[in-house]
């Protein structure tokens, strides 16, 4: 089986049934907007689907695939998999676990502006890796923000395929493009829609909720040298610390375009 689910059908950007302004927060690393989300989400998934979820001796549920720092999507899935488990401890069955798809990504260029076949050239060149046994034969959530142009689950397949891994895979989405008609960079119309510069990125880091994640970081790693001190004249200690922290682990350091950013920040 091999099925997807999405709560928000994207026609139009002047007919949204989510706000965009919200979901942008929510890119940048607020998660109180990742857990409003995921609550709808769960909300709308589980109205459709509680039959099939309480089938399942065992369920696995996957963000969207990432190394070291996790996506924006990561959120969404970590509160959707809370208000799932509390919806199977309700109904006396066993818990989602958590598995994840690791992702060793190998380019800086804006992914948001792409279509399906500029989307999997660029993503083609990464390397990925999957628990097999721990997956294999098992009912499998993969739980990410946005389906633009399907070229994430294509990928994800792909993966799963190449590892022969079988089993009963759910694609769920907050919001879907289904209007082909729009060109895809209406992925980052949502992205920028309340992030236009430097003054909100500092708003959102300094809010109570947030959290780094990789949409963020790439964003910073690529300010120019004064966005960048005026940014770190802003940021508390422990912030640039794990700012810096979570950049090397995920290799940034041998980006070329991310290594002269990643040099002052260590040396603040």
């Known amino acids: 089986m091999n099925k997807s689910y999405s709560l928000h059908k994207i026609t139009s950007k ?69 208000f799932l488990n509390n919806f199977l401890f309700e109904n006396n069955k066993n818990a989602a676990v958590e598995s994840k798809i690791f992702r060793n990504q190998t380019y800086v260029t804006d992914y948001g502006n792409l279509d399906f076949e500029e989307r999997i ?31 994430h689950e294509h990928t994800v397949n792909k993966i799963l395929d190449q590892y022969e891994v079988r089993g009963d895979f759910y ?17 980052n119309y ?30 910073i790693l690529n300010l120019s040298d004064d ?9 508390n200690s422990i912030k640039r610390e794990e700012l810096f922290i979570l950049s090397i682990s995920n290799n940034y350091h041998k980006i070329n375009e991310y290594s002269k950013s990643l040099k002052t920040i260590k040396s603040y």
């Open 171 to 187: 694609f769920i989405y907050f919001a879907e493009l289904v209007n082909k008609d729009i060109h895809p960079n209406i992925e």
């Open 121 to 151: 050239k660029l993503i083609s060149n990464d390397t990925y890796y999957i628990d097999r046994e721990f997956i294999n034969g098992k009912f499998c959530l993969f739980v990410d923000d946005i389906k633009i142009t399907g070229s």
């Open 14 to 82: 002047s007919n949204l049934t989510f706000n965009p302004s919200n979901y942008s927060w929510f890119k940048f690393g607020d998660k109180d907007f990742a857990k409003k989300f995921a609550k709808e989400l769960f909300d709308g998934f589980i109205n459709n689907n509680s039959k099939i979820i309480l089938e399942q001796n065992e369920i696995i549920i996957l963000p969207s695939p990432y190394l070291s720092i996790p996506t924006a999507s990561n959120f969404l899935c970590f509160y959707f998999k809370e």
């Open 190 to 219: 949502f992205n920028y829609f309340s992030v236009k510069g430097i003054e909100e990125i500092i708003d959102v880091i300094n809010r109570k909720n947030f959290q780094f994640n990789t949409r963020i970081i790439k964003y």
């Open 227 to 235: 966005n960048l001190t005026l940014l770190l004249n802003n940021l």
